[in-house]
C-alpha cells in the first residue's frame, strides 16, 4: 500500500534563531533525498520552509521544478513532485516548519487542501490552493466554488474546534459538504488541521484520502486530559484495524521514546519510526497532538 504522503520532515529554528536547521522526519524509500536533506539550513525566506517562516502561514507549492526550491533535482529522482509547508508556532515565536511531500504517479489519488480566512474580510473560509493529485479537474472545481462558515464541513469544523478532525467516512451524512463529488473520484476519507498563525487570520490543512492511497497508514488524535498531566487518544483510525480504542494515554513531556508527549509540550514534531507526532497549534497555543503513521 503506498500512501498519499511520500515524505514528511520538519525544521527548527537555530540557536540563535537565525536560520531553520534539520530536525527530523520520515523518509521511506527517499534515502538520498535525506541524506541531502540533513545537510541545509534555510534563512528566512529562503527555500520553501523559509519561505513558510517569512509569511507566517502554509504554502502549497504544486511545482518543486522551476522554482525557488533548493532540492528540486533530488525530489525530481524520488518522485516527488508536490510540497507542503505548514509553519507551527507556540505563542509568538516559530517552533518549527513541518514539509509534506507528495507525488503524482497514476494510481496517485487524493487532495491536500489550503483553506484561509480573513476575518476583516470575511465570514468564509476558503480555498486558497491545493493539491489533487490523479482526482482530475472537476473536483478541484467544485472545492474552488464551495466557500465553508465555521462550524461546517471538515475545513469549518477544524476552524471551529481548533482542533484536528478526522471523517473515515465521506459519505452522505458524514459533515463533508462535498461527498458526492468526493466519492466520484475515490476519496473516502478525510482529516483536518486547524493550522498556526499570530495575525488574526485562520487557515486549515484538509487531506483527502483515497481507498488505493490513503493519507498515512495510521492516524490518531491525542488530546490533554483535565489536569494537563496526560494526553487521551480521542480518536484514532488504521487502514488495516479500522476504529481504535479511545482509552489510551501518555504522559505530557518525557523523552525521545514519548513523541506524543514531547510534540505537546515543544510544539514541534517528533518522530518515532514509523509514526510522526505534530503538534496542532491554532493562535499560537498547542491544543492537541496529530500522529500519523506510515
Known amino acids: 500500500m503506498k500512501t498519499f504522503i511520500?515524505?514528511?520532515?520538519y525544521w527548527v529554528p537555530s540557536q540563535d534563531r537565525s536560520l531553520?536547521?534539520?530536525?527530523?522526519?520520515?523518509?521511506?524509500?527517499?534515502?538520498?533525498?535525506?541524506a541531502i536533506s540533513r545537510n541545509l539550513c534555510f534563512g528566512r525566506g529562503e527555500g520553501l520552509p523559509g519561505?513558510?517562516?517569512?509569511?507566517?502561514?502554509?504554502?502549497?507549492?504544486?511545482?518543486?521544478?522551476?522554482?525557488?526550491?533548493?532540492?528540486?533535482?533530488?525530489?525530481k529522482a524520488e518522485g516527488l513532485t508536490c510540497g507542503i509547508a505548514v509553519p507551527i508556532f507556540k505563542g509568538a515565536?516559530?517552533?518549527a516548519v513541518m514539509v509534506i511531500f507528495c507525488g503524482d504517479d497514476t494510481e496517485h489519488a487524493g487532495a491536500i487542501?489550503?483553506?484561509?480566512?480573513?476575518?476583516?474580510?470575511s465570514k468564509d473560509m476558503t480555498l486558497v490552493d491545493g493539491y489533487y493529485g490523479t482526482t482530475g479537474d472537476t473536483f478541484e472545481f467544485i472545492s474552488r466554488a464551495t466557500a465553508f462558515r465555521r462550524g461546517t464541513g471538515l475545513p469549518g469544523m477544524a476552524w471551529e474546534r481548533h482542533k484536528p478532525v478526522f471523517l473515515p467516512d465521506l459519505g452522505k451524512g458524514s459533515g463533508f459538504l462535498r461527498a458526492d463529488g468526493a466519492v466520484k473520484v475515490g476519496i473516502n476519507r478525510g482529516f483536518s488541521i486547524p493550522c498556526s498563525t499570530i495575525d488574526g487570520s485562520n487557515y486549515v490543512m484538509a487531506f483527502l484520502s483515497a481507498l488505493a492511497t490513503p493519507i498515512a497508514r495510521r492516524v490518531e488524535i491525542w488530546e490533554p486530559d483535565a489536569s494537563g498531566t496526560k494526553l487521551v487518544r480521542s480518536f484514532g483510525f488504521s487502514e488495516a484495524d479500522g476504529v481504535l480504542s479511545?482509552?489510551?494515554?501518555?504522559?505530557?513531556?518525557?523523552?525521545?521514546?514519548?513523541?506524543?508527549?514531547?510534540?505537546?509540550?515543544?510544539?514541534?514534531?517528533?518522530?518515532?519510526?514509523?509514526?510522526?507526532?505534530?503538534?496542532?497549534?491554532?493562535?499560537?497555543?498547542?491544543?492537541?497532538?496529530?500522529?500519523?503513521?506510515?
Open 246 to 294: 479511545a482509552s489510551e494515554t501518555v504522559d505530557v513531556g518525557g523523552d525521545a521514546a514519548n513523541p506524543l508527549g514531547q510534540a505537546f509540550a515543544t510544539g514541534r514534531p517528533s518522530v518515532l519510526e514509523p509514526m510522526i507526532a505534530i503538534p496542532v497549534a491554532p493562535q499560537g497555543g498547542v491544543t492537541a497532538v496529530m500522529a500519523l503513521h506510515f
Open 51 to 75: 519561505q513558510a517562516w517569512e509569511t507566517g502561514h502554509p504554502i502549497v507549492l504544486k511545482e518543486l521544478e522551476g522554482s525557488y526550491f533548493r532540492r528540486a533535482a533530488a525530489a
Open 93 to 95: 515565536d516559530l517552533s
Open 6 to 9: 511520500r515524505v514528511i520532515e
Open 113 to 121: 487542501e489550503l483553506w484561509g480566512n480573513d476575518p476583516e474580510e
Open 20 to 34: 531553520l536547521e534539520f530536525g527530523g522526519g520520515l523518509f521511506g524509500a527517499a534515502t538520498r533525498f535525506a
